[in-house]
């Protein structure tokens, strides 16, 4: 945006979320959204009489209106001598805004105050000397509209598969409220909630076939629920190849291939081709290995994105509170004792990350409070059968946040400045944009 002011040409550029080249806004999603924001003095000529000399006064960023405003300069640590040009890195939690699974427009605007010194020039001594005769400010805008996708996923399972693993020691049924199709749904029905709290947008139910999920032959990748979400909670049957859908049909699994052809990449594009920056892997054997960040398309280095995973079989039941190595699951008389349901650790988990705590903070809080566990040993002297500890594991940043601004435990207030729980800014001035001087 280019404007003339008196004999100065002003300019503001938003690099990073604007609208592309065809006039498409851009879509973004996630705790870290990213910009560059730039305000300059690109002309004036000093030989007119009168002519004015501009610097930049004051910068602000606005998101979503003016409840969410950060001024970005000048700011403490910046000299006080006036500048011409302008650009620093703001970065902004898109999840304050409202979500909705076709996506929010959110208007971020560029607010740019510039400072106009007039002057003429007199003739004084045997020289001609400028003289300042009069000032004022001069303020432009400039709003982008990225389009925010900030979308949660649940999928379950309404189908129990498991077995007794050799040298299972005979007990009782345990009822139907343990059986992993119905823990199944009680975890995603609880991550669907505290996914909504964390401001995403929830896709309706999570009871899905595979061809809800992902694309199975040929067909759009946009109409599939893994391209649609930006996280994804998981909770029916696992192996290492993949998730089942509703219905666990061998035949009709999920596998890391078709959701790697199917879910997205980028966290801010021209289209909706944005990643699951958040994975859930409720299920058994996934684990936090290259089959799921392939399926995901998350990168060794990237930041701000999470998977969570079992390396073993995860029952559907626990021990609150006690990480003993081992612990019974049912007694002598074959009832069972283990009651206290995985769906805790979601609670736990979740919880924490959507009241904003970092990944690897909420996973040991939760891992410590409500210990998963996985088949340890039968003993056929007592018939009781023991479970083993199995701690769920983290791939990627454990810096990460569901929601709230996100800040790499590197980024210290003595190079960022950060202004509530949504945004972020480098005090350290950016390069111009390309075509910013222009």
């Known amino acids: 945006m280019t404007q003339g002011k008196n004999n100065c ?6 690099t990073g979320i ?3 080249d065809d006039g498409s806004a851009a879509k973004i999603t996630g705790t870290g959204v990213q910009a560059t924001f730039a305000a300059g003095v690109i002309e004036q000529d000093p030989n007119d009489s009168p002519f004015w000399y501009a610097t930049v006064k004051e910068v602000e960023i606005l998101v979503g209106g003016s409840s969410k405003t950060a001024q970005v300069y000048p700011l403490p640590t910046d000299p006080p001598s006036a500048i011409q040009g ?16 076709s996506g929010t427009a959110v208007t971020v605007t560029l607010k740019a105050t510039f400072h ?11 020289m001609w000397v400028p003289v300042k005769v009069d000032e004022e400010d001069f303020g432009m805008e400039l709003p982008v509209s990225p ?7 649940t999928n379950a399972t309404q189908v129990d598969v498991s077995g007794a693993p050799p040298g299972w020691q005979n007990m009782n049924d345990p009822g139907s409220e343990y059986y992993w199709s119905t823990v199944s749904q009680e975890m995603a029905s609880a991550a669907s909630s505290l996914l909504s709290q964390a401001g995403y947008a929830g896709l309706g139910g999570s009871l899905h076939t595979k061809s809800d999920l992902v694309v199975v032959g040929q067909g759009d990748p946009l109409t599939k629920l893994t391209r649609q979400s930006t996280v994804a909670f998981n909770s029916s049957h696992g192996t290492t190849s993949g998730v089942s859908d509703k219905d666990a049909e061998p035949s009709n699994w999920v596998n890391w291939a078709d959701i790697n052809t199917t879910s997205g990449s980028m966290v801010i594009a021209a289209t909706r081709d944005l990643k699951n920056r958040f994975v859930f892997l409720y299920s058994c054997l996934c684990g936090v290995g ?5 399926a995901f398309h998350h990168g060794s280095s990237d930041a701000n994105v999470a998977i969570f995973g079992f390396n073993d079989n995860v029952m559907s039941t626990l021990k609150a509170g006690d990480r003993s190595q081992y612990v019974p699951y049912n007694n002598a008389n074959g009832h069972l004792i283990m009651v206290d349901k995985l769906t805790l650790h979601v609670q736990a988990l979740l919880g924490d990350l959507a009241a904003g705590s970092r990944t690897e903070l909420a996973l040991a809080a939760a891992n410590f409070a409500y210990p998963p566990r996985t088949f340890g040993y ?11 500890l199995l701690n769920m594991s983290l791939s990627g940043d454990p810096d990460a946040t569901l929601h709230t601004i996100y800040q790499r435990s590197t980024e210290t207030s003595a ?3 950060r202004f509530g729980d949504w945004g972020l800014v480098k005090k350290e001035f950016a390069p111009f944009p390309e075509g910013m001087l222009q």
Do not use: A, C, E
């Open 290 to 294: 290259s089959g799921p960040k392939s």
């Open 9 to 14: 040409v002003l300019k503001l550029q938003v």
């Open 18 to 20: 604007g609208n592309g």
């Open 116 to 126: 106009l010194d007039k002057f003429v020039w007199v003739y004084m001594g045997h």
């Open 147 to 153: 389009i925010v996708f900030n979308v949660g996923l």
């Open 378 to 388: 039968g003993d056929n002297g007592s018939g009781i059968n023991y479970m083993k």
């Open 415 to 417: 190079n960022w400045v």
């Open 86 to 101: 302008f650009s620093r890195l703001f970065r902004f939690d898109s999840t304050v805004v409202q979500p909705s699974p």
